[in-house]
């Protein structure tokens, strides 16, 4: 190829690659705003390994009240909601922090079969540690990622990941800070929260 020829070759490339006039965004590279910098304040990550083996990487997220009020921000902005519908949603997210908190577990398990928390027979102890002592949740639901609120906030890969929504009664675990621990024959891991 002579120099006219790669010089005009390069000319079109550069003209080509300035035609996007908008921004692609996936799961990777959306730009952080409040509600995602707030989503990861609440992660907390651990990694449960045997010897050299990787058991489990489990990545938790407490959805408590502030993280609420800036998902209904991020959502007004995005899908230009009213001031009566955006204030009908805050609502909605309070009553319910109000009543359970609410904690999204992501996990990923070296056997599919360890991976069971939401099993009437699971091999998983789910335990919150709070003020007011040890509680039980009252509901482990395993839940798709994209019926999740946060599902294009998740700051790590959910690559091979199961996800569940796990609920405790807010009248039963008091006040910060919060440790969920989950535990097994195959090892224990804990999470732990506090005011800030």
Request: proline letters at 2%.
């Amino acid at each position: 190829m002579n120099r006219v020829s790669l010089i005009a070759s390069l000319v079109v490339a550069l003209s080509f690659s300035g035609c996007a006039t908008e921004k692609s965004y996936s799961h990777f590279n959306t730009e952080k705003g409040d509600y995602s910098s707030a989503v990861e304040k609440r992660l907390r990550t651990a990694n449960l390994y045997k010897k050299f083996d990787t058991i489990m990487i489990a990545d938790v997220i407490y959805n408590d009240e502030w993280l609420r009020t800036l998902w209904v921000e991020e959502q007004a902005k995005v899908k230009r909601l009213g001031d009566d519908d955006k204030k009908m949603l805050l609502r909605l997210q309070k009553r319910e922090d109000k009543k359970e908190a609410v904690f999204l577990l992501c996990v990923y398990t070296a056997e599919d079969k360890w991976n069971d928390f939401s099993s009437r027979n699971s091999r998983w102890s789910v335990l919150l540690e709070s003020a007011n002592g040890v509680t039980r949740p009252t509901s482990i639901i395993k839940v798709r990622q994209e019926n999740l609120q946060m599902r294009d906030n998740l700051p790590f890969n959910t690559t091979f990941r199961k996800f569940y929504s796990v609920t405790f009664l807010r009248d039963k675990i008091g006040a910060w800070p919060y440790k969920l621990v989950l535990s097994s024959p195959l090892g224990a891991v804990k999470f732990t929260w506090s005011a800030e």
